[in-house]
């Protein structure tokens, strides 16, 4: 069953992805910024409900207007869940920009790619989210800058907080708790030496798995301004780290 299941699970995946590169190639260009945020939100769930995916929202997220999430790293899935809810840009590693079709989309989707140990990209980069929060959009930013099990949170690298304390946008925490079968898990988190073709035979051939997403209490603007980059990065890693090593509603 569980082979029937990724076979099919994984033909509809493909039929998406493709017609997620169509909507980008043909209708993007030609619709307005509302528009297209609500059609990456529906296609997203969409997705996460083809790959079996299923989201539980906790607390409210910031709906409008420019702001800063901040979120732990556990897969690639973790840009759909999050544009389920709202339709970001997204600061991501320039390796997924590399995947065939999942890394094109994130292209088409107003993703800001950072390479990884390279600090003459990051001016670059706080240059691009500031254009993103001066139309009013929301960012994703995965500080981690890397993935991890989902069963604790890495440091933060503070850096890319800057952009968000110059544009003088609030920051979000946001934390997500993987689950599988009714257990905490990291079953299809995306790490070590794993390849996508890997995490996709686990992910679509499964079934049962939740991705709680736990928007938390906003850090505004002022009280940013008033910690400091490396303090604001560390109160947003305390308040992710609580959630995400708590009991966390089931």
Not at 62 to 87: E, K, P
Not at 119 to 128: D, F, H, K, L
Not at 168 to 190: E, I, K, M, T, W
């Amino acid at each position: 069953m569980g082979i029937l299941l990724f076979v099919l699970r994984a033909v509809c995946v493909v039929l998406m992805l493709l017609s997620g590169l169509f909507c980008i190639a043909l209708i993007f260009p030609l619709a307005p910024i509302g528009v297209r945020q609500a059609m990456g939100r529906h296609w997203s769930r969409l997705l996460m409900w083809f790959c079996g995916v299923r989201m539980r929202v906790h607390g409210k997220p910031a709906q409008t207007g420019a702001a800063l999430w901040v979120v732990n790293h556990v897969s690639w899935v973790d840009i759909f869940v999050l544009n389920s809810v709202r339709t970001t840009a997204f600061v991501a590693k320039s390796d997924i920009r590399r995947w065939p079709l999942i890394g094109w989309l994130a292209r088409g989707m107003n993703t800001v790619f950072i390479e990884r140990g390279n600090r003459a990209a990051i001016r670059s980069v706080t240059e691009q989210m500031q254009r993103c929060f001066s139309q009013g959009q929301a960012v994703s930013l995965f500080p981690e800058g890397t993935t991890s099990s989902g069963l604790d949170v890495g440091p933060f690298h503070a850096s890319l907080f800057d952009a968000a304390l110059r544009a003088q946008v609030d920051v979000q925490p946001v934390a997500l708790r993987f689950f599988h079968r009714g257990q905490r898990s990291d079953y299809v988190a995306f790490v070590g030496e794993q390849t996508l073709v890997q995490n996709l035979w686990y992910l679509l051939r499964t079934t049962g798995v939740v991705v709680e997403v736990d928007f938390l209490d906003v850090i505004s603007a002022r009280e940013c301004e008033q910690l400091g980059r490396s303090h604001a990065a560390s109160r947003a890693h305390h308040l992710i780290r609580r959630a995400v090593t708590g009991t966390g509603a089931q």
